[in-house]
């Protein structure tokens, strides 16, 4: 499980704060994708970067902002968020190579709370 | 489009039963299927997955799935349950184009007693 990690595990913020959510892989990957986690609803794909290059953008709001500076890192700019943005914030990779048969590999996610 | 049904939100099981987390799905060409377990407090774990070739998939921690084209299912399966096993289960599938999306189930809760 240490392939992925995410920081911070937790975070509360208020509605104006601006607060950034960070993600490293440590498995040589090419991907790497946000997903927002809420109770009792699927998993919502975010925001996909093939090789540092944003391949998907899941008509996510513009609160929140990605970064990806290189294949290992990626981070989620957050501000003025709502309350229902409160969630667990789920960081994944995969190699990239855009193969069906890709696996991703998950971080441990950001248990957001907006206040 | 693509679409994975968990029909259960939740299982219950005794150690030492078998064990088994229902999946259908629906997929446009041949399907891509992936099984992931989540802890709580902790990320989504990679079980198994189904490619191709054999459609019994052997994958971590003794879990089996069956592919079974007939009825569009990916059961996961186990034959001995522990009290570890207790967590959320997720099916996911992907179709054959490079455009397709992993889509994820709502769940299942898997609760084994001793």
């Known amino acids: 499980e240490t392939g992925v990690t995410q920081t911070p595990r937790h975070l509360v913020m208020g509605m104006t704060n601006k607060k950034s959510l960070k993600c490293e892989q440590h498995l040589g990957h090419n991907a790497m994708y946000w997903y927002k986690q809420s109770a009792k609803k699927p998993l919502e794909l975010m925001f996909v970067?093939?090789?540092?290059?944003?391949?998907e953008n899941n008509s996510v709001p513009s609160r929140f902002s990605p970064e990806c500076p290189n294949s290992s890192h990626l981070f989620l700019h957050l501000h003025t968020l709502q309350p229902e943005d409160s969630a667990l914030y789920l960081c994944?990779?995969?190699?990239?190579?855009?193969?069906?048969?890709?696996?991703?590999?998950f971080g441990p996610g950001t248990r957001l709370t907006v206040l | 489009a693509q679409s994975v049904a968990q029909p259960e939100d939740q299982v219950n099981v005794a150690e030492g039963n078998p064990l088994t987390v229902k999946c259908t799905y629906s997929?446009?060409?041949?399907?891509?299927l992936f099984w992931y377990v989540q802890y709580p407090n902790r990320g989504l774990q990679f079980l198994l997955k189904y490619i191709t070739g054999d459609n019994l998939v052997k994958g971590s921690y003794g879990f089996e799935a069956e592919f079974n084209k007939s009825q569009t299912s990916f059961h996961l399966k186990k034959p001995s349950a522990l009290v570890s096993d207790s967590a959320l289960y997720f099916c996911?599938?992907?179709?054959?184009?490079?455009?397709?999306?992993?889509?994820f189930g709502t769940g299942t809760r898997l609760q084994v007693f001793p």
């Open positions: 994944a990779s995969s190699q990239g190579f855009g193969g069906a048969e890709d696996t991703q590999y």
């Open positions: 996911a599938v992907r179709g054959p184009y490079n455009t397709d999306k992993l889509i």
């Open positions: 970067y093939n090789f540092k290059e944003q391949t």
């Open positions: 997929v446009s060409g041949n399907p891509y």
